[in-house]
């Protein structure tokens, strides 16, 4: 039986800050997600190689060369406490021992300084999804699922503190609707298809945290509201397409709290703003300090309400002052300590409220992650348990609150971006509001070669 929200966590915006949330995780060596304190999250990977099994051997030695610098530089800056996110290459993935053998390095080097310094860290375990590399997905079954719940299982037998994933369910779809800023079609993705890929995923990977002593984390529609975000900085599509993309995937995500996970929310996923509001949730959230990744308009109120301040992730390069893992630890603890003061100093609310003001109103994207916005849109979508309906309730709100930011000229944005919000308004008008209406006008419209609707339950 899942979980159902109606209501918001929070009765006051002013209660709705970083650091701090009414459902904090407790971790196994004591560590509290969301009980007053952010910490950083540090995101890895290796640098420009091939990932086969004549170099596991030197991405093995890369892995612990990394973990032993970020580590080391925790230390020397008094880290109060990190997370390690190891996000797997689909080889290893698709290879499930090698991703083992890696976390294990890992985990045992975390453990090692903890022994020995006190440094008190924790994993999230982050498979790929390879669901996505079968055309069509083959969602439920076979040998990419199989490769994904090994790794699952056993790391979280070896100690992974938190499992986690960027889930592909709908992608196959959505893809083509992002670079056509086709809403009808991502309602369809998300709200149909994602959600209904979501509370079988996610049970399945709760199961597998409860199991084996693990956290089941969060989810990360990276695939889609990033991959939007992206494209809109590059010119290529509406950032107000973007912007309502970025609301639009949270009743998606939602569907994995419903069914067990508890948090931290994954660092890449924005919509963390709208859970945590719904269900009082801890979350990760990135910024300014994963350029190193990809640019973003939402650089410094994307940490308004985090709990923990990620770096997305970054190549193990040499820069001038050190290996760029390590000078990305350094900037997050900086980031983290700074926060950390504001609240010591009973100034967390007015150190959330700069780091809102100083972006919200300069674009959509942001302006929609503004927490009077957040709650207006949590708000809508705790109206009805569907997932469909909330999905297209979600973009129709956000359309409004863009169009109502720029009616009081809050909100900056070119003419033609304007424009856009009556065009993205008249698709979404256009959707029945009854699922399986909607659903058959779908399965005429597109081509049935590129998704199997029965992977989804359908």
Same mark, same amino acid.
Request: aromatic share 8%; glycine share 6%.
């Given at each position: 039986?899942?979980?159902?929200f ?14 701090? %949330?009414?459902?904090?995780?407790? /971790?196994? *060596?004591?560590? !509290? ?6 910490y950083?999250?540090? *995101? ?9 099994e004549?170099?596991?051997?030197e ?6 060369? #990394? ?7 925790a230390?020397?800056?008094?880290a109060?406490?990190l997370?390690i ?5 689909p ?13 294990? #390095?890992?985990?045992?080097?975390m ?6 310094y ?6 999230r ?19 990419y ?11 979280a037998?070896?100690?992974? =503190? ?6 592909t369910?709908g ?9 056509n800023?086709d809403?009808?079609?991502s !309602?369809?993705?998300?709200? %149909?298809?994602g959600?209904r890929?979501?509370?079988? /995923?996610?049970s ?7 199991e084996n ?7 990360s ?17 509406? @950032?107000?397409?973007a ?5 639009? !995937? ?17 660092? %890449?996923?924005?919509e963390n ?10 979350i ?20 308004a !309400? ?20 390590v000078?990305?630890t350094e900037?997050?603890?900086?980031? %983290?300590?700074l ?7 009973g100034?967390?609310?007015?150190m959330r ?12 994207q ?6 009077? *916005?957040?709650f207006?849109?949590a ?12 999905? /297209?309730n979600t973009? @129709?709100?956000? /359309?409004? #609150?863009?169009?109502?930011g720029v009616?009081?000229?809050?909100l ?7 424009d856009w919000?009556?065009?993205?308004? =008249?698709?979404?008008?256009?959707i029945?509001e009854?699922?399986e209406?909607?659903i058959?006008?779908?399965? =005429?419209e597109l081509?049935?070669?590129k998704? *199997? ?6």
């Open positions: 039986m899942s979980i159902q109606t209501k918001l966590a929070y009765d006051s915006i002013d209660d709705f800050v970083y650091g701090s %949330c009414p459902n904090p995780v407790t /971790l196994k *060596n004591g560590m !509290v997600i969301g009980g007053g304190m952010i950083p999250e540090v *995101n890895f990977t290796l640098p420009a190689m091939n990932a086969t004549e170099t596991l051997p991405a093995k030695r890369i892995y612990k060369e #990394i973990i032993d610098g970020v580590l080391k530089k230390y020397e800056l008094h109060p406490g997370v996110e190891f996000e797997t290459l080889q290893y993935t698709e290879h499930p021992e090698w991703g083992i053998e890696i976390h294990k #390095i890992l985990r045992d080097s453990y090692e300084f903890e022994a020995k006190g440094l008190k860290s924790a994993i375990m982050t498979p790929n999804d390879l669901r996505e590399m079968s055309r069509p997905p083959i969602m439920r079954s076979g040998k699922w199989d490769s994904m719940l090994r790794v699952f299982e056993q790391t037998k070896d100690g992974a =503190d938190i499992l986690a994933i960027e889930s369910g992608k196959e779809i959505n893809d083509e609707a992002i670079v800023a809403l009808r079609t !309602v369809f993705a998300l709200g %149909c298809l959600a890929d979501m509370r079988w /995923l996610w399945n990977i709760t199961q597998i945290a409860n002593g693990a956290i089941s984390g969060g989810d529609s990276c695939g889609f509201a990033n991959t939007s975000m992206v494209l809109a900085e590059q010119g290529f599509i509406p @950032k107000v397409y912007a309502v993309m970025r609301a639009m !995937v949270t009743p998606r995500a939602l569907v994995a709290i419903e069914n067990g996970a508890v948090g931290p929310g994954k660092d %890449c996923a924005y703003v709208y859970l945590k509001a719904i269900t009082g949730t801890p990760a959230l990135e910024g300014k300090s994963a350029a190193c990744a990809h640019f973003s308009p939402i650089g410094n109120i994307s940490a !309400v985090a709990d923990l301040w990620s770096n997305e992730s970054v190549q193990q390069v040499k820069l001038l002052s050190g290996f760029a893992p000078v990305s900037q997050l603890i900086y980031d %983290c300590r926060m950390n003061t504001a609240t010591e100093k100034q967390r609310k007015l409220d700069l780091l809102i003001e100083s972006d919200c109103y300069l674009d959509p942001a302006y929609v992650l503004k927490p009077e *916005n957040v207006k849109i708000e809508e979508i705790v109206k009805t348990q569907d997932p469909f309906l909330r999905t /297209l973009g @129709k709100t956000t /359309l409004d #609150i863009i169009q109502q009616d009081r000229g809050d900056s944005m070119e003419e033609r971006e304007i919000i009556d065009r993205l308004r =008249d698709q979404l008008d256009e029945p009854d699922e209406a909607f058959d006008e779908m399965k =005429d081509d049935d070669t998704y *199997n609707i029965h992977e989804y339950g359908l």
